[in-house]
């Protein structure tokens, strides 16, 4: 056991952390009463076969589901496989085998389920609904990028046990604490590592164990754990015995030394103590006082010690795990900020070619690519119209192999998920490519299916100086698209069209000889005011539709005379369509210059990722000016046909605000998109620093100078705790694991720095090492912190990252809870870290 030991340096009341001992293989020495997490709890003896898992409300649905069922496994109209679906006795895992007492393996766990749906809400059991009734029928919907299950039961009553038995369950995952996950979690792994299901673990299964939780550790010194954790000496560990095993595993010796620093006897922390802590390590100033008292009262695990105000062993580490701990602020995940502003102030997130599920060339276009971007908080979705049979619009990615969907489903899907995430408004990018007679239908749909959802006018009828706030258009959803005319014309026509209305009324009922009905005229803001701009001429009314055109052409003094065959033409719009386009009216870009000049405040421009990057370098100020006053969608490159994407910083840099992803694809991109977006709510707007909102700014993302004051950034990684192997089926390998923590803001701001990795330990690495940046404009830096494993050989395998941004940061100690490359909770995967930035002085150059 001495021969595990090497020296430690603990952290000093200012400094952090220094460097640690570590067993061999990087497993920490055991220091009494600290554990990676609040300690957990098992039921003495596991559950019999028939009983739901452990603290799992008895419920008859999931009963028989642990007994199993034949359901059948439907992947597309020419799969539909009959499969044996059985609910393990932990109430937590679902296995399927090809028939019953066949052999099963894993199919999902009930933490990966996010919701279900049942069979008529789903497109594929839709599309064979002739040959399993859909009552039959359900959908499980996995978080993250997972493809859905769908699945169909032999009678309704079957799909109804398995429908209502899995939501139970969902409900019952969905509402755990803290204490009740690592509880989960813990007996999670007990299940895995009792090879023959007998309830109990023999040493050889504990070594198993140990290397599925990625923990390398002499043989000698795992034997003596196992020893003093068998109570009742029969050679094997039982459920609390498993437990004290695990205590024994997962003491925190460097979460002690933090505590045992403001602790005047090393036991517990007093008022007082835990005040200073906050304020000094914490940088809670003020504030410290009042919260030191909340949180003794949230975490403190004994009455005695709520009663008292102090904070033991056990209450402090449960708040430096819980979101308090967190290094996100957890004052910046609800929605915090002012919503009143115009749209184009706020970043909205958004989704490219929404549709597809796959790439772009031949994946598939499927409604759940609508459902899964607005559940995630898309705010802007985008649809690609194009003519289909039977007169119906189709939706696809044109002149691809993509499949395609019918528009009304498209609509149909918005409507229904438009605001179960977020209360503020859903633009539709229209991307027109219909005949005269099927736009008709497409405006036919919105206005119908859409109904009061859908915005077909100004808010108040009149014309506006600038765009409405999210605040004024909360659940409503705005048409972006071309446009036959200017807003002003479309309410001159309104006024009018309201006017004679009015007038023919009273002619009808009583005619008042000499009655005048007069209008002041419409006024217009500076950037409003027509310059002359090219007029839009429709074709005379009695011209059929199908060669009904609209042309651009100078204006002329003698609309009547145009012929339509004489004219350059553009593509055919129908004016039902056009109607429907109001704040978000599509137009070509030509130069920032001829924007200001021609453009107004409510017509928006798109650019591909290459052509805005290009305008970034030559032109990054009037980029920045010509975004605080008019709306700017950025979409991925044509030549990204597998689906891929370009990083959105450099375009939030200029103030881009729909800078649209693929957000099927998972990947570091992503990952600095779902950063950016997790605060305010997750509602899918977040304001502009002021900067960024002014249309006189003088800032340049290329040179950001003056009046922005540098910051020094110290990250100290201190340790990992639980981190998950990125091939579960290895179960001899151990990895070892590095930190890198990224910066992604302006050019001069990104960098990235990584510690030296620990061997073979996974499960309680310690690398007590400090990262320094210098950033320039903290106000658009995001921050990513990325696991891996690394590999001399190849490339290092992912294991876990948390993307936030700067202004989103908490100080001081903090845990890291890690993601998944899909996005998805990690849980309890962690790092602990000391967060530290102090702003530079005038002159300072370090």
């Not at 169909?152 to 604490?177: C, K, N, P, R, Y």
């Not at 204490?179 to 007996?187: V, Y």
């Not at 206005?447 to 506006?464: C, K, V």
């Not at 009583?510 to 074709?539: I, N, T, Y």
Request: net charge negative.
């Amino acid at each position: 056991m001495a021969s595990l030991m090497q020296g430690r340096e603990y952290p000093s009341r200012k400094g952090g952390l220094g460097e640690t001992a570590r067993g061999r293989g990087g497993v920490q020495t055991p220091v009494p009463e600290l554990l990676l997490g609040p300690p957990p709890s098992l039921p003495a003896t596991q559950p019999a076969p028939s009983s739901p898992g452990p603290g799992l409300p008895i419920n008859q649905d999931v009963l028989l589901m642990q007994k199993g069922m034949l359901l059948r496994k439907v992947r597309s109209k020419s799969w539909k496989k009959l499969r044996y679906f059985r609910l393990q006795d932990d109430g937590m895992t679902v296995w399927h085998a090809r028939q019953a007492g066949g052999n099963a393996k894993p199919s999902f766990s009930i933490s990966d389920v996010e919701t279900v749906r049942e069979g008529h809400e789903s497109e594929l059991l839709r599309s064979l609904a002739e040959e399993f009734p859909l009552e039959q029928g359900f959908t499980i919907v996995f978080h993250g990028r997972r493809s859905n299950l769908d699945l169909v039961a032999s009678s309704v009553e079957e799909a109804q046990i398995w429908m209502q038995g899995l939501h139970h369950l969902v409900d019952f995952v969905t509402s755990m604490d803290q204490k009740e996950r690592l509880d989960q979690w813990l007996s999670d792994w007990f299940q895995r590592g009792d090879k023959n299901q007998d309830g109990r673990m023999c040493f050889p299964e504990v070594q198993r164990l140990l290397h599925l939780m990625n923990v390398e550790m002499d043989q000698e010194y795992a034997l003596r754990l196992f020893q003093e954790a068998d109570a009742s000496q029969s050679g094997t560990l039982e459920g609390e015995e498993f437990v004290e095993f695990y205590k024994a595993l997962t003491k925190r010796p460097e979460v002690q030394e933090v505590f045992e620093n403001f602790s005047a006897d090393g036991q517990k922390l007093t008022l007082l103590e835990f005040v200073d802590f906050l304020r000094e390590e914490q940088n809670e100033g003020e504030r410290a006082s009042d919260l030191a008292l909340e949180l003794i009262d949230r975490y403190e695990p004994s009455e005695s010690g709520k009663v008292r105000h102090v904070l033991s062993l056990d209450g402090f580490l449960s708040y430096l795990c819980s979101k308090d701990g967190d290094i996100f602020n957890p004052a910046r995940l609800p929605i915090h900020q002012d919503m009143t502003q115009p749209l184009t102030h706020y970043y909205i997130n958004s989704s490219h070619n929404t549709y597809l599920v796959g790439d772009q060339l031949c994946g598939q276009s499927s409604v759940e690519g609508y459902i899964r971007a607005l559940k995630r908080g898309c705010r802007c979705v985008e649809v690609d119209i194009w003519d289909g049979p039977s007169g119906e619009p189709i939706v696809y990615h044109g002149h691809t192999l993509t499949s395609r969907i019918p528009f009304k489903d498209v609509v149909a899907t918005v409507a229904q998920y438009a605001f179960q995430t977020s209360d503020y408004p859903v633009i539709l990018s229209l991307e027109n490519h219909c005949s005269w007679e099927q736009q008709q239908v497409t405006a036919q749909h919105l206005t119908e299916i859409l109904g009061e959802q859908l915005l077909s006018t100004t808010l108040d009828g009149l014309l506006p100086t600038q765009l409405p706030s999210p605040e004024e258009l909360r659940r409503k959803i705005l048409v972006k698209g071309k446009k036959l005319q200017t807003l002003e014309e479309d309410l001159e026509e309104e006024e009018e069209e309201v006017l004679e209305s009015e007038l023919e009324g009273q002619q009808e009922a009583e005619p008042e000889p000499g009655a005048q009905f007069e209008s002041e005229p419409l006024e217009l803001s500076p950037r409003s005011k027509d310059k002359k701009k090219d007029k839009v001429v429709m074709c005379p009314l009695f011209c059929s539709p199908i060669c009904c055109q609209i042309m651009v052409q100078a204006p002329i003094s003698k609309p009547e005379s145009v012929l339509c065959p004489k004219q350059k033409s553009k593509p055919v719009m129908c004016p039902a369509l056009s109607a429907l386009v109001v704040y978000l009216k599509s137009v070509p870009f030509h130069s920032f210059a001829h924007s200001r000049e021609h453009y107004r405040f409510y017509e928006t421009s798109s650019f591909s990722e290459t052509k805005a990057k290009s305008l970034i370098k030559e032109a990054g100020n009037e980029f920045v000016q010509h975004n605080a006053w008019q709306l700017s969608r950025v979409y991925p490159s044509g030549l990204r046909t597998d689906s891929s994407n370009y990083n959105p910083q450099e375009l939030w840099n200029v103030g881009c605000q729909m800078v649209a992803m693929n957000v099927q694809t998972a990947g570091l991109e992503m990952d600095i998109y779902d950063g950016l977006f997790r605060q305010n709510g997750g509602c899918g707007y977040v304001l502009k620093p002021d900067f960024l909102r002014d249309a006189l700014s003088s800032f340049h993302p290329e040179r950001p100078i003056s009046p922005f004051k540098a910051q020094t950034l110290l990250i100290q990684v201190i340790s990992g705790q639980q981190l998950p192997k990125e091939d579960m089926t290895k179960e001899r390998a151990i990895v070892d694991p590095l930190v890198r923590v990224e910066i992604f803001g302006v050019r001069p701001d990104t960098a990235r720095q990584e510690t030296s990795h620990v061997e073979n330990n996974g499960f309680n690495p310690y690398w007590g090492q400090t990262l320094c940046f210098r950033v320039l404009v903290p106000d658009l830096a995001l921050l990513r912190f990325v696991v891996e494993d690394y590999n001399w050989k190849t490339r290092n395998d992912f294991i876990g990252q948390y993307t936030l941004p700067w202004t989103c940061m908490q100080e001081g100690y903090r845990h890291i809870h890690l993601l998944s490359k899909d996005g998805t909770s990690l849980h309890p995967a962690s790092i602990f870290v000391h967060i530290c930035t102090r702003g530079e002085l005038e002159g300072d150059e370090s």
